[in-house]
């Protein structure tokens, strides 16, 4: 199943450590920066599904970093959660206007932070269930299983992360080296014809043109 890629973007390192475990046996992918600036490299350079922002951060704090991605109309709909060790509610509402989608006040208990940021996967989605659509395709996201006209799919774990990489990012056009970088986890070579083999495999077993080609774009899912 395709792991959601977390930024944690937090100068502490013991929080960092315990929300880096925490989430990772949540089965997240977590990666850390120590400042806001290292996040947004970090930003993009993986795409990540959503990020855990530190308030008070060195070089760039974690409002800034908010407003500059919530500014960007590639990272707009990136979930952002906000830690803080402030509790005010004036501070609680500087994050919301900085872009932030959810905040959280230090100390917490890991396990609202996991139900926390699910409940925003869920959100920028736009669905109350964990289950996405495009046409007759399902991703049962809590199974771990697509469907398609209500039949399972029998795909690889490398078509399972192409095909969930592209009804996560549905309607939205995806470029060579953007999905090679998420199916392959950045091992893949731009000169290999891996990636138009795996596509060749996902489109047999759908059966249907899902997947559009736009020449010199990239791919696009889209319904029929």
Sequence with gaps: MLLKKIVIAEDDDAIA??????????GFLCLRARDGEEALKLVKAHDPDLLVL?????????LEVARRLKA??????TPILMLTALAGTKDKVYGLDAGADDYLTKPFQADE????????????????????????????VNAGRFELDGQALSLSPQEFRLLSYFIHHSGQVIGRDRLGEQVFDGGHDPDSNALDVLLGRVRRKLGIDLIQTLRGQGWRLAAP
């Design 17 to 26: 450590h315990m929300v880096s475990m925490a989430l990772g046996d949540a």
């Design 54 to 62: 530190d308030v008070m951060m060195p070089r760039v704090d974690g």
């Design 72 to 77: 960007d109309v590639m990272w707009s709909r």
């Design 113 to 140: 932070l996991v139900l926390r940021l699910r409940a925003l996967i869920r959100r920028s989605h736009g669905h109350a269930s964990p289950r996405l659509h495009c046409g007759p395709l399902q991703l049962d």
